[in-house]
């Protein structure tokens, strides 16, 4: 390459390699992986959605394939963020991709105190799952109104010593409202979007295909909903936009850097192709390269709507 | 340990209707799978992305090559079904396998329909003096690969639900009367959850050792996204183990069955 182009990223102050982060609940907590890809050519991984103590998840099925999608139930099973930063964080430290907590609860009190917990561990930031479409209680209910994020943001915030990226629900009718009221709690960036609730039946059992009946849609069929949410949430906050929604190529992840992304998330396309994120990594190098861009900078939040 | 693998297919082949065998040409599968273990293979293709679990059913470690076989459940079976030649993106071997254990003397196979598949590699692992390998179909028209399991077993009992080919009987009956004229150390199941489950509960009643080969809907088949979930014993407790990767092949006390 004849110009040096510059891949990473800074997110609230955390130096990412390059733009691409494995989104929470899709890559477990990197292990299985890296018998399959270098962990340290991946920017960051959001682990698995942890909680204050072990959760066991719903039933089976807990995956049912959709059109361009899958819809998905696990019920955030892991075995609670303590066990997490004591048997899995040392594995992820060999690698020098950064390591972001993903953390869920049911009250306001729990999420405070995974963040206390958290502080003292080597996790690079933390990421609060606001948006889970699969468990009972809480989480979800935070995240649907200007109100609940401004709560338990400011709340969290307190307690977090690393960055609090807050990850938003697409389930919602004014996404800009939500993304402000989390930058005004003190939110340090945004992540979006989790999936959208999504319902799969079984005709000849005239049942729903998941045991838990609804679950979250991710896949290609979410894109251009994501891509438009991230558009508007990118463009009214001033803090750094984490997107994703159905990203399977080095082309989707472009679009959502101009649209206004400082990074990307890939989740549901591991799955079909574990070396993705690898692909996703060098195909934007050569596009920034084709282009005669020399960093991400240079490309994010570049759209230029039609008049 | 399993590997993203580029291969190339050797041949596509129905053996009735709805049911296809493949053969894949693989040196790292043919020398590295176990029995029980499965490869997960792409479909291509916005309408199926998922890659399917399919079980190896057979291994020729001198011409480098496995057999799989598949039933069109779906729009993606039925895209592999129609693959005949060319490459094929596959990860394998996956998950564990059967514990083979050379002290056991006599060991019996209970399949039903297509979890009859992966026993069959099995029975060719084995070095047991005495093999029986029970079978259950639907009718006459699925009974498929009978000829290998009488080359790989000593004795091979078919029952049909419709009572079209061999005993009209639940393959389970089947196995009811073996453990009564000769009594196996092991057995091994595969097949409809609640056939297994009869099994597991014959074997128990029996203090016969028993393995399972559970199923559930997977998403990524190496143990990160935690969909396959089956409830297990754990200690005094129980939890969700995944079939993909703590599986497929459970003991049968392991598994709670409720």
């Known amino acids: 390459m004849s110009n040096k182009i510059d891949l990473s990223t800074n997110i609230a102050g955390v130096q990412f390699d390059n733009p691409v982060i494995m989104a929470s609940g899709t890559y477990g907590f990197g292990k299985e992986y890296s018998e399959y890809v270098d962990l340290n050519q991946i920017g960051g991984i959001s682990v698995k959605g942890l909680t204050l103590k072990e959760r066991k998840g719903n039933k089976p099925p807990r995956i049912a394939e959709t059109p361009a999608g899958i819809l998905n139930s696990v019920g955030l099973q892991n075995p609670g963020v303590e066990s997490f930063i004591t048997e899995d964080l040392p594995f992820l430290k060999n690698y020098k991709t950064k390591i972001i907590a993903n953390i869920a609860g049911n009250t306001i009190e729990e999420y405070c105190k995974m963040a206390e917990i958290l502080g003292d561990s080597d996790v690079d930031a933390i990421e609060m799952n606001v948006s889970c479409p699969n468990v009972k209680a809480g989480c979800l209910a935070f995240g649907t109104t200007p109100k609940g994020i401004e709560e338990i943001t400011s709340a969290v915030k307190k307690y977090c010593k690393q960055p609090l990226i807050v990850k938003l629900t697409p389930n919602v009718s004014d996404i800009k409202s939500i993304a402000t009221a989390a930058e005004g709690a003190g939110a340090d960036c945004i992540s979006l979007i989790n999936t959208i609730l999504g319902l799969a039946i079984d005709i000849n059992k005239k049942k729903p295909i998941l045991a838990n009946n609804f679950g979250g849609l991710s896949g290609p069929a979410v894109k251009p909903i994501a891509l438009r949410m991230v558009y508007e949430a990118a463009h009214s906050v001033k803090i750094p936009v984490i997107g994703m929604g159905g990203i399977t190529s080095w082309e989707d992840a472009v679009e959502f850097m101009l649209a206004g992304a400082s990074a990307v998330m890939v989740g549901t396309a591991n799955f079909v192709n574990p070396t993705i994120p690898i692909e996703i990594v060098n195909g934007i190098e050569k596009y920034l390269e084709r282009h005669g861009h020399t960093s991400l900078n240079e490309i994010i939040g570049k759209l230029e709507l039609n008049d | ?258």
């Open chain 2, 1 to 258: 340990m399993g590997k993203i693998l580029n291969e190339q297919i050797v041949s596509t082949q129905m053996l009735c209707k709805d049911v296809f065998k493949m053969t894949i040409r693989s040196e790292y599968v043919a020398s590295n799978a176990k029995p029980g273990q499965f490869v997960n293979i792409r479909c291509g293709g916005l309408d199926a992305m998922l890659r399917r679990p399919i079980s190896i059913c057979d291994v020729n470690k001198s011409q480098n090559t496995f057999d799989i076989v598949i039933q069109v459940k779906g729009s993606g079976t039925e895209k592999l079904c129609s693959m005949c030649q060319g490459g094929v993106d596959i990860m394998a071997p996956l998950g564990n396998s059967f514990m083979i254990d050379d002290k056991h003397e006599n060991i019996c196979v209970v399949g039903g329909g297509i979890g009859t598949f992966p026993l069959l590699y099995l029975l060719k692992s084995s070095q047991s003096i005495h093999k029986t390998a029970l079978l259950g179909f639907r009718n006459k028209e699925s009974v498929v690969l009978e000829d290998k399991f009488r080359v790989a077993a000593d004795i091979v009992e078919i029952a049909t639900d419709d009572g079209s080919y061999g005993k009209k009987a639940f393959v389970t009956e089947l196995l009811e009367e073996t453990i009564v004229s000769q009594k196996p150390d092991i057995i091994y199941t595969c097949g409809p959850a609640i056939m297994m489950q009869k099994v597991a509960a014959i074997a128990e009643k029996n203090g016969i050792s028993c393995q399972v080969s559970m199923e559930q809907r997977m998403g990524c088949g190496i143990g990160a996204c935690l969909v396959c979930a089956c409830k297990t014993q754990k200690g005094d407790d129980w939890g969700f183990s995944h079939v993909c990767k703590d599986g497929p092949v459970f003991w049968s006390t392991e598994v709670c069955w409720d």
